[in-house]
């Protein structure tokens, strides 16, 4: 987003809040967070695996004003009325109808040991929600930097300060809003950088910062329209059967590794055997290999061949749609009319699944082509109009500064 629609969307948003909550601006401050897309490495961060997602321009912004009364009293642009969570009880706030991932971040941040009295905020958010493109993290990254700023903490933008408030949000959703997720979408909504991927360690945290040179294509994100819910999807689910399969490789290898992503391909064809529920072995299998092909898509794309970095991301949706199954007849049906297209180099689908979005690579001159034909024929398919957006890489979590 250009500088001039971002200052109209500031403007915006200042008078809405007012309208709202009365009072002037001369205390609201602004503060934003990204969406992600995740280039490769899908279903591995709570393994401990390697990641490769990188931050959008498709962001939620709040504007925020401090109060006294010991409430956040939290509204929406595109939402109806204003939901409280009191600080002093704020367990309660789990039966919100919205505003539960800001008030699973206001606890792990007063757990943290930060102070603060309350708040009004009003989120503006451009990221599709259940598109797959993190709005969640989002929303508890731009939550965490605008509260821990108004306790009054002026490191918010410090990267070790960031991985903590990632941690947090990462602590929120799986404590207080149930899904049991790893850490990369916080992680990518709070360090994101522009122009450039992530490749995260998520044993470690463990990071590098890698340009992203596309050359003559672009990355185009297909969104099914199909909203996913990762609390009533079978995310858990996976994530339990993956569980189960590392505790069958740790016996049968004799070993403690904490995370089924320190098992090698070789450590799968030694003791893979040992999984004799064909379900547990796919869903090891995917995670283990996934975890290789990460790190052999990043060297790829530093060396500059696109068009082999396009072929491991169509191996990897095949293996998030075989082994893990996680994708469905709208992401399967995306992603077959996507590689029908010349020009497409390459896609799969990124974030959770059971809908939401597909992430492909390509060329600029075939855009238009692309967004045409493949949502005319995706529309006749499954009769729902998906939604394309050409992307960009911005920042992490940050104060807009005026």
């Known amino acids: 987003m250009n500088k001039t629609s971002n200052n109209k969307r500031i403007e915006d948003l200042s008078s809405k809040f007012i309208k709202m909550f009365g009072g002037n601006t001369d205390n609201l401050r602004f503060f934003a967070a990204p969406g992600r897309v995740n280039l490769i490495g899908e279903h591995i961060d709570y393994c401990g695996g390697f990641v490769f997602p990188a931050a959008l321009t498709l962001d939620n912004i709040i504007a925020i004003r401090a109060t006294n009364d010991r409430k956040l009293k939290l509204a929406a642009t595109d939402l109806e009325g ?13 039966s919100l109808k919205w505003g539960t991932y800001q008030a699973g971040i206001a606890k792990e941040l007063m757990k943290m040991g930060y102070n603060f009295t309350g708040a009004e905020m009003l989120m503006d958010g451009i990221i599709p929600y259940g598109s797959g493109l993190s709005s969640s993290a989002s929303i508890e990254l731009v939550t965490a930097v605008a509260l821990a700023a108004l306790a009054g903490d002026t490191d918010i933008n410090k990267p070790e300060k960031l991985i903590q408030f990632a941690l947090a949000g990462q602590r929120a959703e799986n404590n207080f809003c149930d899904v049991n997720c790893g850490i990369m979408d916080q992680f990518a909504s709070a360090m994101g950088k522009k122009d450039n991927a992530i490749l995260l360690n998520c044993g470690t945290l463990e990071y590098q ?4 040179n596309l050359k003559d294509c672009v990355l185009v994100l297909a969104n099914t329209c199909k ?4 609390g009533t999807s079978k995310y858990n689910e996976r994530r339990s059967e993956v569980d189960k399969g590392l505790e069958i490789l740790q016996k049968a290898s004799n070993t403690s590794k904490p995370n089924l992503c320190d098992y090698t391909k070789e450590d799968f064809e030694k003791y893979g055997s040992s999984i004799t529920d064909p379900i547990i072995y796919n869903r090891v299998k995917h995670v283990i290999f996934e975890n290789e092909r990460v790190k052999e ?10 068009e082999a970095f396009g072929k491991i991301l169509c191996t990897a949706n095949e293996s998030i749609r075989d082994l893990y199954e996680v994708t469905g007849f709208e992401l399967d ?13 390459g896609a799969r689908m990124t974030g959770a699944g059971f809908g939401g979005c597909t992430v492909n690579i390509v060329k600029k001159d075939c855009v238009d082509k692309f967004i045409s034909e493949v949502g005319t024929n995706y529309e006749n398919i499954t009769s729902i109009k998906p939604q394309f957006y050409v992307c960009e890489i911005g920042d992490g979590a940050r104060e807009i500064q005026l």
């Not at 910062?209 to 992203?212: A, C, E, G, H, R």
């Open 297 to 306: 898509a990043v060297n790829i794309l530093k060396s500059g061949d696109l």
């Open 209 to 212: 910062y890698v340009p992203l």
């Open 82 to 94: 204003i939901n409280v969570a009191d600080l002093d009880n704020i367990e309660a706030a789990r």
């Open 333 to 345: 049906t995306m992603y077959n009319e996507a590689m029908k297209i010349d020009g497409c180099i």
């Open 227 to 230: 909203k996913h819910a990762l």
